[in-house]
């Protein structure tokens, strides 16, 4: 693979190269082929230009998925400017503190935004764009007005002769150059903007590239499940997606279990990023309830027939995954243990990567091959990791610095201290082991980390992996209360069956006594609360722990 001058070089060559091909689709909806990908993004430029924006002003992007917001978000590189994606799961007080905080002069919104957002809360923009077909919300300018209703005639102007390959040069950017800001969704309530550079993006591209670019060719479809404002979904579902010359697609819905199945059986994705709820709704109620009867269990037991019968049981789930997919990568939170050990088991193609929003976002991968149970892979190129720890083998801080590593969180030099120091390591507050080859094993959060009652240290995200596999338990979270442990539960009400709340509390009640028995003394369960409503969760679908303290 050719190393490119810059980051937006990428972009330009993959235009190029796939010219005639399928691009972007809306799932079940419309198709761009990226020469269509092409002229909305000059299109967008001339719209940029003759509006006042220069090179190095923000543009925030807030919307589901959508070919749109892909055109945008490239339109914005390409140009010079700083893209700021906002989740959109984020309320309206959020996305105007962003758009505030970030200085943005423009925003795209998606057609669920628009009757969210008070425009007269955000001041200092000019003007606000639809996703959907990229009219004007609201203009602040007489120049956005003229531009947007004068596009059209602009372009014909400045391609009379039809526009083409060779008019396809986009900005060169410098390594350190900012790209975008990227403000975290964490489980501790605080969102920081987190300003990750072009060499951030193209060392996660590059990697990505070389790893995964000889399994998944070009033209091959893939499905953009996660937000693409988020990291994890936009470098590696997205960026690297369309980089690779891949058909993408976007679930521009509310990406329901139902509707992901439908999407992964119509569309036979190449490859699959995902979080572990995906995986394990999938594993837990079409697979596992096939496996579990006496019948199946006795056969397994057979070792005669072992063998074939979890090629089958391998086969099944892979044909649930759409029957074509390299490998399933799961990463943004811990996967069950007894989801993966089954999948590990009947030989399926999963693996476990790491990364943060501040590494854009990758940290550690291995390819699925390499995959040891109960890791989260070795350092990806170009990045060094250690974990900060005064006995080996005990868990200590990962920290990492290189390629990768953001420039710091913006408008915010006390948090960037705090992150990164003098020697250019970042701090990143997970909790994990490395064995001997580099793999690396995550134990927790440093600030979920609980201190029993003689002082030992209680990883909480452990006792929620065994809670999860039990009976009726949809969900848990563990919290300490006084020198107590309790732990909520949501319950799994697919399975209920009818059960009073009597008969759940009964079932949670021989839940803990069976997990107790699994744990040491200092952090067993004291009390199992049932909890009606489903915890609320990150863009990751990490819990928002914060809310549940008290």
């Given at each position: 693979?050719?190393?490119?001058?810059?980051?937006?070089?990428?972009?330009?060559?993959?235009?190029?190269?796939h010219w005639d091909a399928d691009a972007l689709t809306d799932y079940e909806g419309q198709t761009l082929q990226f020469h269509d990908v092409a002229r909305k993004i000059e299109k967008l430029h001339i719209l940029f230009e003759n509006c006042?924006?220069?090179?190095?002003?923000?543009?925030?992007?807030?919307?589901?998925?959508?070919?749109?917001?892909?055109?945008?978000?490239?339109?914005?590189?390409?140009?010079?400017?700083?893209?700021?994606?906002?989740?959109?799961?984020f309320n309206s007080e959020q996305i105007h503190n962003i758009v505030n905080h970030s200085g943005a002069k423009l925003l795209f919104v998606g057609d669920y935004i628009v009757k969210e957002i008070t425009p007269s809360e955000m001041p200092q923009l000019e003007g606000i764009i639809n996703l959907p077909d990229f009219s004007l919300m609201e203009s602040r300018s007489e120049k956005l007005t003229y531009a947007r209703e004068h596009l059209?005639?602009?372009?014909?102007?400045?391609?009379?002769?039809?526009?083409?390959?060779?008019?396809?040069?986009?900005?060169?950017?410098?390594?350190?150059?900012?790209?975008?800001?990227?403000?975290?969704?964490?489980?501790?309530?605080?969102?920081?903007?987190?300003m990750l550079p072009y060499r951030a993006l193209q060392g996660n591209l590059e990697f990505c590239l070389r790893r995964l670019g000889d399994h998944v060719k070009p033209g091959a479809p893939m499905l953009d499940i996660l937000p693409m404002a988020h990291m994890y979904g936009l470098s590696i579902e997205f960026i690297f997606g369309f980089c690779n010359g891949c058909h993408l697609y976007f679930?521009?819905?509310?990406?329901?279990?139902?509707?992901i199945a439908k999407a992964f059986t119509d569309i036979r994705p190449a490859l699959i990023v995902t979080v572990p709820l995906i995986i394990e709704k999938i594993i837990r109620k079409r697979v596992f309830p096939l496996i579990q009867s006496n019948r199946m269990k006795l056969l397994l037991a057979m070792p005669v027939v072992q063998k074939k019968i979890k090629e089958r049981i391998c086969q099944q789930v892979y044909e649930a995954f759409g029957g074509r997919t390299y490998e399933v990568i799961v990463g943004g939170a811990a996967l069950s243990?007894?989801?993966?050990?089954?999948?590990?088991?009947v030989g399926f193609p999963i693996t476990v990567g790491y990364g943060t929003t501040e590494c854009a976002p990758l940290i550690s991968y291995n390819d699925w091959h390499e995959h040891v149970a109960g890791s989260c892979g070795r350092p990806v190129d170009g990045m060094e990791v250690r974990i900060a720890s005064s006995t080996p083998g005990t868990p200590g801080e990962i920290v990492t610095r290189g390629r990768n590593v953001m420039l710091g969180y913006y408008h915010n030099d006390e948090a960037t201290r705090q992150a990164i120091d003098p020697e250019g390591w970042y701090h990143t507050g997970d909790l994990a082991t490395m064995d001997s080859s580099g793999n690396i094993f995550i134990r927790g959060r440093i600030k979920n980390m609980l201190l029993g009652a003689s002082g030992q240290n209680i990883y909480p995200e452990e006792i929620e992996d065994k809670l999860n596999s039990m009976p009726m338990v949809s969900e848990s979270l563990v919290l300490q209360s006084g020198e107590h442990l309790v732990a909520l539960v949501h319950p799994d009400h697919d399975e209920q069956m009818n059960f009073s709340r009597q008969e759940l509390e009964d079932i949670m009640e021989q839940n803990r006594r069976e997990l107790n028995q699994q744990l040491p003394q200092y952090s067993r369960i004291t009390d199992i609360r049932l909890h009606d409503e489903e915890f609320q969760k990150t863009p990751k679908k990490s819990i928002k722990r914060y809310l549940y303290q008290a």
């Amino acid at each position: 693979m050719e190393t490119a001058l810059s980051f937006n070089h990428y972009i330009e060559q993959t235009i190029v190269q796939h010219w005639d091909a399928d691009a972007l689709t809306d799932y079940e909806g419309q198709t761009l082929q990226f020469h269509d990908v092409a002229r909305k993004i000059e299109k967008l430029h001339i719209l940029f230009e003759n509006c006042g924006v220069s090179k190095g002003n923000k543009i925030a992007i807030c919307g589901r998925n959508s070919a749109h917001w892909a055109v945008a978000f490239l339109a914005t590189l390409t140009y010079g400017a700083v893209a700021v994606p906002i989740l959109h799961e984020f309320n309206s007080e959020q996305i105007h503190n962003i758009v505030n905080h970030s200085g943005a002069k423009l925003l795209f919104v998606g057609d669920y935004i628009v009757k969210e957002i008070t425009p007269s809360e955000m001041p200092q923009l000019e003007g606000i764009i639809n996703l959907p077909d990229f009219s004007l919300m609201e203009s602040r300018s007489e120049k956005l007005t003229y531009a947007r209703e004068h596009l059209n005639l602009m372009f014909g102007s400045k391609y009379p002769m039809a526009f083409r390959k060779e008019h396809i040069h986009y900005h060169q950017n410098t390594a350190d150059e900012l790209a975008l800001i990227n403000y975290t969704s964490g489980t501790t309530g605080f969102s920081k903007g987190v300003m990750l550079p072009y060499r951030a993006l193209q060392g996660n591209l590059e990697f990505c590239l070389r790893r995964l670019g000889d399994h998944v060719k070009p033209g091959a479809p893939m499905l953009d499940i996660l937000p693409m404002a988020h990291m994890y979904g936009l470098s590696i579902e997205f960026i690297f997606g369309f980089c690779n010359g891949c058909h993408l697609y976007f679930l521009n819905r509310l990406p329901s279990p139902t509707l992901i199945a439908k999407a992964f059986t119509d569309i036979r994705p190449a490859l699959i990023v995902t979080v572990p709820l995906i995986i394990e709704k999938i594993i837990r109620k079409r697979v596992f309830p096939l496996i579990q009867s006496n019948r199946m269990k006795l056969l397994l037991a057979m070792p005669v027939v072992q063998k074939k019968i979890k090629e089958r049981i391998c086969q099944q789930v892979y044909e649930a995954f759409g029957g074509r997919t390299y490998e399933v990568i799961v990463g943004g939170a811990a996967l069950s243990k007894e989801v993966e050990e089954f999948l590990l088991s009947v030989g399926f193609p999963i693996t476990v990567g790491y990364g943060t929003t501040e590494c854009a976002p990758l940290i550690s991968y291995n390819d699925w091959h390499e995959h040891v149970a109960g890791s989260c892979g070795r350092p990806v190129d170009g990045m060094e990791v250690r974990i900060a720890s005064s006995t080996p083998g005990t868990p200590g801080e990962i920290v990492t610095r290189g390629r990768n590593v953001m420039l710091g969180y913006y408008h915010n030099d006390e948090a960037t201290r705090q992150a990164i120091d003098p020697e250019g390591w970042y701090h990143t507050g997970d909790l994990a082991t490395m064995d001997s080859s580099g793999n690396i094993f995550i134990r927790g959060r440093i600030k979920n980390m609980l201190l029993g009652a003689s002082g030992q240290n209680i990883y909480p995200e452990e006792i929620e992996d065994k809670l999860n596999s039990m009976p009726m338990v949809s969900e848990s979270l563990v919290l300490q209360s006084g020198e107590h442990l309790v732990a909520l539960v949501h319950p799994d009400h697919d399975e209920q069956m009818n059960f009073s709340r009597q008969e759940l509390e009964d079932i949670m009640e021989q839940n803990r006594r069976e997990l107790n028995q699994q744990l040491p003394q200092y952090s067993r369960i004291t009390d199992i609360r049932l909890h009606d409503e489903e915890f609320q969760k990150t863009p990751k679908k990490s819990i928002k722990r914060y809310l549940y303290q008290a």
